[in-house]
């Protein structure tokens, strides 16, 4: 969502590159430029310049060390200042009671219910016993869709489908929680369109009788400035204890999570992703800022490859390495891995320097069906030694996979060149990669 801010705040840096040493004359223009870049980005105005004269003071009041050029020096200012706009420490969510309650606000269509089954998700593989209810009795389908997300996390749905009185089912809910040993309840509460009275009403009467450790706003990051502005309106009422961004995947400008911290004082702790149940993350301001300044992203990455790979299956295939044994099950396995941890795109992101690189590229998460067709065509033996795919095999991999020859022989290509680089990896004791030239 911040590859064109990223673009733009790497041009506004390059103003000082080459530059001996910082004046108010080259910083005030790399300002302009980040001031420029933050507007466009859809960030408040005056955020934008409360922050862009902070980095401008910062930078002045600086020397610059004899190893350190000034645009990385603004670089670092500027990465310091997006920490603290965003938050400057991630903060967790509070489970406190028996039951803990955490209730979920927002609009319609901002993600609350497919949240709702994330966070889910994401306590019950902390080894907690976790209840869903239902409390959006207006919207149609609302509690079939929280059913479903319930079954695919294998957590228990508490839902009155005639019951039209949201607070009768809340008190009904932590009822049912006590009898059956569940020590988290998250509420689903309904949504409008737009925020109205008897929408506050409703959930203020809620959060009463419930008296939640935790109350998260669900923002819908495409939606800008208007995502700002409705957590503000939301929060003079309800008093949330933190933000939740969503959709964080789209064509956002970046606005709502540079800003909403800023005007509405509350943390952001939560951000998702795609519609899969595993694409929640918590929300880190200094690892965010990270991203935006193209810096990557590498310890959430490294985070994310520990929650999907297993100790054991790591050892074998290490062992398979270096024994110069790695096949085409192994293969598959690990692009099943691969695309637990989330979207591609997403994955790219948290490399260094790659949104940079890969800014006109497009990425599509199916590009893996192909491979997985082509692989899943092989006979076992096939897959264990790919030298015996011969022509004629070739065809009938072809024909079974949907695909042709040509995609078969490059993917052949590429696998075996993995393989001669992971054989030379062994040789030099995994110390270095060789130097490859780029084919043309």
């Known amino acids: 969502m911040f590859e064109n801010l990223s673009v733009k705040l790497d ?23 980040i001031r420029k870049a933050l507007i466009d980005a859809d960030v408040n105005y005056k955020v934008a310049k409360q922050v862009t004269d902070t980095i401008k003071e910062k930078a002045l009041g600086r020397e610059v060390l ?18 603290e706009l965003m938050g400057g420490d991630k903060e967790d969510i509070s489970i406190k009671g028996d039951p803990a309650v955490i209730l979920i606000a927002g609009l319609q269509g901002s993600g609350k219910t497919t949240f709702s089954g994330k966070l889910a998700n994401y306590l019950k593989k902390q080894g907690r016993q976790v209840l869903l209810v239902a409390c959006d009795i207006y919207r149609p389908a609302a509690i079939d869709q929280l059913k479903v997300l319930g079954e695919q996390v294998g957590v228990e749905v508490y839902a009155e489908p005639e019951n039209k009185d949201a607070v009768q089912i ?17 509420v689903d509460t309904a949504g409008r369109l737009a925020i109205d009275e008897e929408m506050m009403n409703e959930i203020t009467k809620v959060k009463e009788v ?21 957590a503000k309106t939301f929060n003079d009422r309800l008093d949330f204890d933190g933000v ?24 952001i702790k939560f951000m998702s992703t795609g519609e899969k149940m595993e694409n929640l993350d918590v929300f880190h301001p200094d690892r965010m800022a990270q991203r935006i300044l193209g810096m990557g992203d590498v ?4 985070e994310k490859a520990q929650q999907v790979f297993d100790e054991e299956e790591a050892k074998r295939l290490n062992s398979k390495i270096r024994k110069n044994q790695f096949d085409f099950e192994d293969f598959m396995t690990q692009l099943q891995q691969i695309k637990k941890m989330g979207s591609i795109k ?14 006109d590229v497009e990425i599509d998460d199916n590009a893996f ?14 897959r264990q030694n790919p030298d015996l795919i011969n022509g004629s095999r070739k065809k009938r991999i072809a024909s079974g996979s949907g695909t042709s020859i040509q995609q078969i022989n490059n993917l052949l290509k590429q696998f075996e060149d993995m393989r001669k680089m992971m054989k030379m990896m062994n040789k030099t004791g995994g110390k270095g990669l060789p130097k490859m030239g780029m084919r043309r």
């Not at 006590?178 to 309840?185: L, P, Q, S, T, Y």
């Open 346 to 359: 997403d994955i790219v992101g948290m490399l260094p320097g790659m949104n940079k690189m890969m800014k």
């Open 244 to 267: 939740v961004l969503t959709k964080l995947d789209g064509d956002a400008r970046g606005g709502a999570a540079l800003s909403i911290r800023s005007v509405v004082e509350k943390p």
């Open 170 to 186: 809340a008190k009904n809910a932590i009822q049912f929680a006590k009898n059956n040993h569940k020590k988290i309840v998250i």
């Open 369 to 382: 069906v192909p491979i997985e067709a082509i692989i899943n065509s092989m006979t076992p033996a096939e």
């Open 210 to 230: 419930l008296k939640p450790s935790e109350t998260l706003f669900v923002v819908d990051s495409m939606t800008g400035q208007d995502a700002v502005n409705t």
């Open 299 to 302: 310890v959430s990455l490294v």
């Open 66 to 83: 004899i190893s350190v050029s000034p645009g990385q020096l603004l670089v670092k200012i500027t990465h310091e200042e997006l920490t």
């Open 11 to 33: 041009k506004a840096f390059k103003t000082l590159k080459g530059q001996g040493r910082i004046t108010e004359i080259n910083v005030a223009t790399t300002v302009k430029e």
